[in-house]
């Protein structure tokens, strides 16, 4: 939720390599991106689903992402900083919040 594109901006090798990974082993990101990224991004990478946020949502350079029991917040700012929590709950109410957000929310 709240993607800017951050990583393959800052860490241009690492997501490279990374997605590639991803792209092998067929998994699928389902993106909430940052409303100012609709003009940039001409389409999603492959194995991605990507809607927009409202411009209420920008703000600050924030990220969270979660999978399985974990949920990431990354803070990508002039200081990187992120945090990963692992309690099934949490996932579970993350996972629920993007799914909210996903269909009642965000715009293609």
């Not at 709240?2 to 990101?29: C, D, E, H, M, T």
Request: net charge positive; charged share 30%.
């Amino acid at each position: 939720m709240g993607s800017g594109r951050y990583v393959p901006k800052k860490f241009p090798q690492w997501f490279a390599n990374w997605n590639n990974r991803r792209v092998k082993l067929k998994v699928k990101i389902i993106n909430l991106m940052r409303n100012e990224l609709r003009k940039e991004i001409k389409k999603p990478y492959e194995y991605e689903c990507i809607k927009f946020l409202p411009k209420e949502f920008s703000g600050n350079p924030t990220v969270m992402c979660v999978y399985g029991n974990k949920t990431i917040n990354f803070l990508f700012g002039a200081d990187f900083f992120a945090f990963v929590i692992e309690n099934k709950e949490l996932a579970e109410d993350y996972k629920r919040y993007h799914e909210y957000l996903w269909k009642k929310v965000a715009k293609r």
